[in-house]
């Protein structure tokens, strides 16, 4: 299985992305950790040092699956997609998991640095429906819509943990 999965901030594509990994046996790439450079404020890593760590990653693994809110990054690994995620669960929901969801020691030094930016996360799930750029809800709605291999569209919680049970 070669799957992508994409969706708003909280929605739970990292924590379906795990259990698809550890069930299937595949090997996991979170984009965020090849979407933004070292600087300070973040930027975005030019589109072309980001697609060659894909395809280095592609080439590595035979069963894999890839996560994140990049829809330019997610249209660029769906062409070696087999099963596309859309994790479309209501904006409250995903307001919710972001509260909860643990240290993420990957993207943030501390748990104080990751809750310093709660707020502008929270926001930015709020926004989702009303951005008009890569990281939209119509941006990942056409991407699904577009894609031909297997797709599941994620409405609950509920519904992604019974994928992987």
Known sequence: MRA?????S????????????????MAHLDLDTLAWNGDTPPARQIFSKSTRAIDDFLTANKNWVIEGCYA??????AKSSTHFYFM???????LENCRNR???????????????MLEMLLQWV????????????????????????????????????????
């Not at 992508?4 to 708003?8: A, E, H, S």
């Not at 643990?102 to 809750?115: D, G, I, L, T």
């Open 126 to 165: 709020r926004d989702y429906t009303q951005r008009d750029d890569d990281f939209s809800y119509q941006s990942h709605r056409d991407l699904f819509d577009a894609f031909n291999g297997s797709k599941f569209e994620i409405l609950t919680n509920q519904q992604a943990a019974a994928l992987t049970n």
């Open 4 to 8: 992508i999965i994409t969706g708003n």
């Open 88 to 94: 479309n669960l209501p904006t409250e929901t995903c």
């Open 102 to 116: 643990p240290w993420e020691a990957h993207k943030y030094p501390s748990p104080e640095a990751q809750n310093a």
């Open 72 to 77: 330019d990054l997610i249209r660029y690994a």
């Open 10 to 25: 909280g929605s739970g594509k990292s924590t379906l992305a795990k259990r698809l990994a550890e069930n299937h046996q």
